[in-house]
C-alpha cells in the first residue's frame, strides 16, 4: 500500500454512528411489563410490542445478566407471543453474544435453518460470524459464509465487515485482506475491522500501513482506529506518526478517552519518549492497570528504574490493583537495582492475592531473586511454577553462573534437557558464563562445540566473547588471542575488552597492548579500555606508561566512568560515587570508613594502590582507594543496619582488588554477610572468604 505524507491541516471528522436505542428494562420491572402486555394482547397480536419487549429483556442496559437472559429464552420458547421472525433470532443471537455465550448464538442460528419456517437475514448472519469470531471457530464461520453467498447476502456492509472481523480474529488476515481489498466503499468500520485484525495477529507495520491508506483516501476515523495505531507506533518505535496522533487527539480533546490516552502513553514510554508520556499520564483523570503499566515499564525499560519503583509506589496509594503486567516490569526494575526488599513485597503480594504465577511472572521471579544474590530463593521460585519454558529455565542457569555456582548451573542445563526443553542460544551464554566464572575450561570447550554439532544453534558474537573470557580468567591468554584471530565472524569491541581484561588479571602487557591497539578503532571514547591497559603497566611496576594511558584519555576527551554502589536498607535505595562529598551524612559516613579501615588492617589488611590514582603520593593513594563508592555504601550499611544483617549492594563496575580483599576482612571483622553484585558477577563474601574464591 502507498505510504501517506501525514497532514498537516484539519483531517475528516470522524464519523459517529447513531442508534436508536430501544427500552430497556429492570429485571425488577420485567414480570409487571409482562403481565401488562399479556392482559392488554398486545404480546400475541403486536408483533413489535413482542419484538420491542423480547429485546428490553434480552438485551438490557449495560450488561445481560443470567436472569435477563434465562427469561428472554422463556419468553422466545414457550410464549405467549407472535411467530417468530427473524428480528425474534436476530434479538436472541445478539443476547447470547453479549452474555459471553457466542455457541449458543451459533447453536441457534443452526436451529433457525433447521426450523425452515423463518429465513435469516443480513443482520443473522451479520451477528453469527461475530460469533464464530468470538470462539476462533474458523471453519464454522466458513460455513456461514458459504451460506451468505448462497442467499446473497455478501454485498451487505454489515456482513463483509463482520467476515472481515472474523477472518482476522482467528488468525487468517490474508483471507481477511482479499474480502477488504473486494469492498469498493469502505467505511470507518470496514477499516477498523481490518487494522483490528492485523493488530490481534501483531503485525504493527500492516497496522500503520493501512492507517496510512486511510489518511490517503480521506476516510474518516475515529477513537477506536487511532488507539490501535498508536499502539502499533509504541510497538515498532515510529514516534513521529506516534506524536502527529497525539497532536491530533490533543487538538480535537480526544485525550478524554481513556483509552486513547492510554495508548498514547503506552507509545510515547515504549519510543523512549518518557517525559510526554508522563506529562500526558499526569493529566489524566483515571488512570486504569494499563496506563500505571505502561509508565512503570517504560521507565524500567529505559533503565530508569528508580523512577519506575516511585511510580509503583503512589500506584499503591490508589485503588487500582496491578497486575501481572505490572508486576513483572516492577520486578525488573528491582532486579536491576537490587531492590530486594520491594521484590519481596511483590512476591508476598502474588501469594496473598493468589495471583496465578504465570511463565512471565514466574520467570521474572526467578530472574529477581537471582539478580539479587539470593540464589537459594530463585530455586524456590523456579520449583514453584506450574509451567516452566526454556526463558525460565536460562534465568535460572545465568543466575547460578553469576553467584559462582558454575557446577549447579550445569546440573540444571542436564536437567532441562531432561525435561525436554530445548535450550536457545541465550541458554548456551548462561551455560558459557558458568564455565567461565567457575574455571571450567574444558566443559566450556564442550559446550561450545556441542552448540553447533548436537543443537544446529550457531554462536553469535556474545558466545565467542565468553569463550574468550574463560580462556583469559583461566590465564591461557595466547589461546585466547589466537580463538579471537580464528574468529568466523569479525570480533568487536567486548571480544578484544574481554582478552584485555584478562591481560591485567594475569599481567600480560604484550597481549594487552595489542588489545587495546584493537579497541580503539571500535570503541574509542569506552574509558575502561584505557583503565585495563594502565591498570596492567602499574600490575608489572611500569608506571610512567600506566601514566601515559591516563595522558591518552586526557588528550582525547575520554572521562573515566565514575564507581557508583547503591545499597537498599528499609526498601529505600541509597547511591554512592566514588569519593562522595555530596551525600547528606558524609561526615558520619567518612569516619565509619576510617574506623572500618583501622580494623581490618589490624586483621592484615594492606592496601592495594594499583587502582588509584597515579597523579598523588602513597599516602594519598590509600586515601583514594579507603573512599571508593563500594567501601562508603558497605559503611553506611554497617552504620544504618542492625548487627549480624545482610549488607547487599550492587556496582557498576568490576570490583577491583583492594575493596575485594577489603570487603572479605570486613566480612570477618564485623561478622557479616556481605553480597556485591559488580558489573560481571556476584561476590558473597562471609567469614573472611569469597564466593568467587579471588576467581573474578
Known amino acids: 500500500m502507498a505510504t501517506a505524507v501525514l497532514p498537516t491541516a484539519a483531517l475528516p471528522a470522524s464519523a459517529v454512528p447513531t442508534h436508536n436505542t430501544p427500552l430497556r428494562a429492570a429485571l425488577r420491572d420485567v414480570p409487571q411489563l409482562h403481565a401488562a402486555l399479556l392482559k392488554s394482547g398486545a404480546l400475541t397480536t403486536s408483533p413489535e410490542s ?9 438485551l438490557p442496559s449495560p450488561v445481560t445478566s443470567p436472569a435477563h437472559l434465562s427469561y428472554a429464552v422463556r419468553l422466545f420458547r414457550l410464549g405467549p407471543r407472535t411467530p417468530l421472525s427473524a428480528r425474534s433470532y436476530n434479538i436472541l443471537i445478539r443476547a447470547f453474544f453479549r452474555a459471553g455465550h457466542p455457541e449458543d448464538a451459533v447453536n441457534l442460528f443452526v436451529e433457525m435453518l433447521d426450523a425452515s419456517a423463518v429465513w435469516p437475514d443480513q443482520h443473522t448472519i451479520a451477528n453469527t460470524i461475530k460469533s464464530c469470531a468470538r470462539m476462533y471457530a474458523l471453519s464454522t464461520g466458513r460455513d456461514v459464509q458459504a451460506y451468505a453467498v448462497k442467499r446473497g447476502f455478501m454485498v451487505d456492509q454489515f456482513v463483509l465487515n463482520s467476515l472481515i472481523h472474523m477472518y482476522a480474529s482467528c488468525g487468517d488476515v490474508v483471507a481477511a485482506q482479499v474480502l477488504f481489498d ?34 490517503e483516501f480521506q476516510v474518516p476515523f475515529d477513537e477506536v482506529t487511532l488507539v490501535s495505531v498508536a499502539t502499533a507506533c509504541g510497538r515498532i518505535g515510529d514516534a513521529k506518526l506516534g506524536g502527529w496522533i497525539a497532536s491530533y487527539a490533543e487538538e480535537r480533546g480526544m485525550v478524554r478517552n481513556r483509552n486513547l490516552a492510554t495508548a498514547l502513553v503506552d507509545m510515547f514510554a515504549k519510543c523512549g519518549e518518557l517525559d510526554k508520556a508522563r506529562k500526558l499520564f499526569d493529566r489524566m483523570r483515571s488512570r486504569d492497570v494499563v496506563a500505571w503499566s505502561a509508565m512503570i515499564s517504560g521507565y524500567t525499560q529505559a533503565d530508569r528504574c528508580q523512577e519506575a519503583l516511585t ?32 521484590g519481596k513485597w511483590v512476591h508476598s503480594y502474588i501469594r496473598r492475592k493468589g495471583l496465578p504465577l504465570t511463565v512471565i511472572l514466574g520467570t521474572a521471579l526467578v530472574d529477581f531473586y537471582a539478580k539479587c544474590g539470593c540464589i537459594e530463593d530463585a530455586v524456590k521460585a523456579f520449583e514453584s511454577m506450574p509451567v516452566r519454558n526454556s526463558w525460565t529455565w536460562t ?10 555456582r558454575g557446577r549447579e548451573a550445569l546440573e540444571v542445563f542436564s536437567s532441562m534437557r531432561e525435561a525436554d526443553i530445548e535450550p536457545t542460544d541465550v541458554t548456551f551464554i548462561g551455560v558459557l558464563l558458568a564455565c567461565s566464572h567457575s574455571c571450567l575450561v574444558e566443559d566450556g570447550r564442550r559446550y561450545f562445540d556441542s552448540m553447533t554439532q548436537d543443537y544446529g544453534i550457531p554462536p553469535r558474537i556474545e558466545h565467542y566473547g565468553c569463550m ?18 580464528n574468529m568466523p565472524i569479525e570480533p568487536n569491541a567486548v571480544v578484544w575488552r574481554a582478552l584485555l581484561s584478562a591481560c591485567t588479571v ?10 587495546l591497539k584493537q579497541i580503539i578503532p571500535l570503541d574509542p571514547c569506552h574509558s575502561g579500555n584505557y583503565v585495563l591497559l594502565s591498570n596492567t603497566y602499574a600490575s608489572v611496576g611500569q608506571w610512567k606508561d600506566a601514566a601515559l594511558i591516563r595522558n591518552e584519555m586526557k588528550e582525547r576527551g575520554v572521562e573515566k566512568i565514575p564507581g557508583c554502589s547503591l545499597i537498599e536498607l528499609d526498601g529505600t535505595i541509597f547511591e554512592f560515587f566514588a569519593e562522595d562529598y555530596d551525600h547528606p551524612q558524609l561526615r558520619g559516613i567518612y569516619e565509619k570508613v576510617d574506623e572500618m579501615i583501622e580494623n581490618i588492617k589490624m586483621a592484615g589488611y594492606i592496601p592495594n594502590t ?18 571508593h563508592s563500594e567501601k562508603l555504601a558497605i559503611a553506611f550499611g554497617l552504620m544504618k543496619s542492625c548487627p549480624g544483617a545482610t549488607i547487599r549492594l550492587s556496582k557498576n563496575l568490576r570490583v577491583c582488588v583492594d575493596c575485594h580483599s577489603a570487603t572479605k ?30 576467581y573474578w
Open 610 to 627: 594499583a587502582d588509584a590514582r597515579l597523579d598523588v603520593d602513597e599516602y594519598e593513594k590509600q586515601v583514594s582507594v579507603s573512599h
Open 50 to 58: 413482542f419484538h420491542s419487549f423480547l429485546e428490553a429483556t434480552a
Open 182 to 215: 473486494t469492498v469498493e466503499e469502505k467505511g470507518v468500520v470496514t477499516w477498523n475491522a481490518m487494522i483490528t485484525g492485523y493488530f490481534k495477529n501483531r503485525d504493527w507495520k500492516e497496522v500503520v500501513e493501512l492507517f496510512k491508506g486511510m489518511l
Open 468 to 485: 574468550v573470557d574463560l580462556l583469559g580468567r583461566a590465564g591461557l591468554i595466547d589461546e585466547a588471542y589466537q580463538f579471537i584471530r
Open 311 to 342: 511510580i509503583f509506589s503512589e500506584m499503591q496509594d490508589t485503588d487500582v490493583n496491578p497486575n501481572d503486567v505490572t508486576l513483572v516490569s516492577v520486578l525488573s526494575a528491582c532486579a536491576v537495582l537490587g531492590a530486594l526488599e520491594t
Open 665 to 694: 576482612l570486613i566480612s570477618k571483622v564485623y561478622n557479616r554477610e556481605i553480597v556485591v553484585r559488580d558489573r560481571n558477577r556476584f561476590h558473597h563474601f562471609k567469614d573472611g572468604v569469597c564466593s568467587c574464591n579471588d
Open 395 to 404: 534465568a535460572l542457569i545465568k543466575g547460578m553462573a553469576s553467584n559462582g
Open 506 to 515: 594475569h599481567k600480560n602487557v604484550e597481549i594487552g597492548e595489542e588489545a
